[in-house]
């Protein structure tokens, strides 16, 4: 979009924060570059110029402003709505894995050359694998500046930074402030306080509107006792990370997601935000989603009634698809029963002081290494249950952020008992495909059929072409003409 000028322009003068994470605009005279939204006066367009990210901001010399935090906008939801090369290896970055394994890591896990991969991302983004996960680093130091009492040592080392020279010269070059002088900018502003060492508050942002209804409603309802809960008006679940685990406390606010991190490991900080942010989808375009859904109108009074539903989806992909296999033609009563019993055996504990979080998920190396006969789930789930667990245990089956969606698909598929229902489930909430469509569901069936469309799933899928590339969307709608739990918000 950035190489639209007339349109960036007017988005710039109309402050439409729509656009935020889309583009990001470059002021040559001030040598400052803003989000659209920016609130203060809109340069003249012939001292504009538009950058398809941060990074590339960065590189060609410009530092954030100061009043809009640029690096603090909503993600583009190029990367959540494709999976070809560039938008796999975003997700990456996004995930921390550069600054874990560096670029020849990001290009094992991708499967291309590290030449490919810096090509082909200078070509969308304006900037490298480097530049992108220097800018991320660089977002990470200003938030456990911001909002941690930590010395400023740890809060380079933290954030990913190899030195604090470098840590000092690039906060300085990306804010145009110092380290010191940007926490004593932040001391003027009302923020909460961390509890410990390791906790970490923050904001994130996301474009308006979003429903949250369906959103916390579902993750409430489908909670596993143990690694998830609803309390006190949150959603809380644990995480395992790279470096070590977490608790992520989510709580729906005015104009944002309030954000609490309990890390034992702050280096995974970065990581945690990533997939907080896809776990509630908030990188999503619901001006885009709900455009194309209300064109249709028999959805259209669905849209008109939510707009800005959001897809759920999961911090931990191999996790969700094991649990999906657990519900597999049970009430979602029983599958939450069966997933708490592996956990209670089989998860690693944790200390939650705040809460009732007791247990991570066990990992799939974990549970391939067990007996089958122990599992208590009939047979022929047994053995697709086991065939799953080794396929993840082994890395024969990938599900991450830098996944090959359509063979993704077709991996699950050849292993038994996974079909079709199993697959567009671990799709859409797992893998994050916003095209993911369950037409066999039983609820979906009801619901077409009630409004009027067909409910064979040959027809249903038939119907649905219109609907995309947003068909998950479709189906959180289509859910919510029904009276279960996951389509309201918990008290």
Known sequence: MHNDVDRCVRAVQSKDARFDGWFFTAVTTTRIYCRPSCPVVPPKPRNMTFYPSAAAAQQAGFRA????????????????????????????????????????????????????????????????????????????????????????GEVAFAAGFASIRTFNDTVREVFGLSPSELRARAAGRARPAPATTGTVALRLPYRAPLFPDNLFGHLAATGVPGTEEWREGAYRCTMRLPNGHG??????????????????????????????????????????????????????????????????????????????????????????????????????????????????????????????ETLAMPRTRRLTFTALTAALACGELDLGPGSDWQRAREQLAALPGIGPWTVETIAMRALGDPDAFVATDLGVRLAAGALGLPTTPAALTRRARAWQPWRAYAVQHLWATGEHAINRLPK
């Open 247 to 372: 608790i992520a406390t989510l709580r729906p606010a005015d104009g944002h997601i309030a954000c609490r991190l309990a890390l034992t490991d702050l280096r995974d900080l970065a990581a945690a935000v990533s997939r907080c942010r896809r776990l509630l989808d908030l990188d999503a375009d619901p001006e885009a989603v709900d455009g194309l859904l209300a064109e249709d109108p028999l959805l259209a009074p669905l849209v008109e009634r939510a707009p800005g539903r959001r897809v759920p989806h999961t911090v931990d992909p191999a996790e969700f698809a094991l649990r999906a296999v657990l519900g597999q033609q049970v009430s979602t009563a029983s599958a939450r029963t069966l997933a708490a019993r592996l956990v209670t055996a089989h998860g690693t504990p944790v200390e939650d002081p705040e809460g009732g979080l007791t247990h991570l998920f066990p990992t799939p190396a974990d549970l391939a290494a067990l007996d089958p």
């Open 65 to 152: 402003c100061k009043r809009c935090r640029p690096d603090a906008s909503p993600g583009s939801p190029r990367w959540n709505e494709r999976a070809d090369l560039a938008a796999r290896a975003m997700r990456l970055i996004a995930d921390g894995v550069v600054d874990r394994e560096g670029v020849p890591g990001l290009g094992a896990r991708l499967g291309y050359s590290t030449r490919q991969i810096e090509r082909q991302l200078v070509a969308e983004l304006g900037a490298g694998p480097l530049a992108l996960a220097r800018a991320q680093r660089a977002q990470t130091a200003r938030l456990l500046i911001e909002t941690t009492p930590l010395p400023m």
